[in-house]
């Protein structure tokens, strides 16, 4: 059974940064693509960040420069460092595992909230 705990939200300043954790359990880490994604209220849920298994990287424009993606595969865990946070940014964040051959293809997290806000 695949398990994502999220960890290391909180509230922060504007220009402020944050580091998310997302551990990994229930799966081989190594061979899943890995992602964040967001949701703030009222919208729906956008990609922010995926890492593939090879360590290629992709953002949205939104964070493009300011966060950045990584996989520590030996601990199971991905993470998202946050920089120059904006009132924008706030929202919940989510982890996602992702496996085109294997079922099921996407496992999420449960969410961890990022308020950026003085």
């Known amino acids: 059974q695949v398990q994502l705990v999220e960890s290391g939200g909180g509230l922060v300043q504007p220009g402020g940064s944050l580091r998310l954790s997302c551990a990994a359990s229930?799966?081989?880490?190594?061979?899943?693509?890995m992602g964040w994604y967001r949701q703030a209220p009222g919208k729906q849920r956008e990609l922010v960040a995926t890492?593939?298994?090879?360590?290629?990287?992709n953002y949205s424009d939104s964070v493009k420069g300011r966060f950045t993606i990584s996989r520590d595969n030996a601990k199971s865990t991905v993470y998202l460092q946050m920089n120059s946070l904006t009132p924008e940014d706030t929202a919940v964040y989510y982890c996602?595992?992702?496996?085109?051959?294997?079922?099921?293809?996407?496992?999420w997290g449960q969410g961890t909230q990022v308020t950026v806000s003085s």
């Open positions: 996602n595992a992702h496996h085109v051959y294997l079922s099921p293809n996407d496992s």
């Open positions: 229930g799966i081989i880490f190594s061979i899943y693509a």
């Open positions: 890492i593939t298994r090879g360590g290629r990287t």
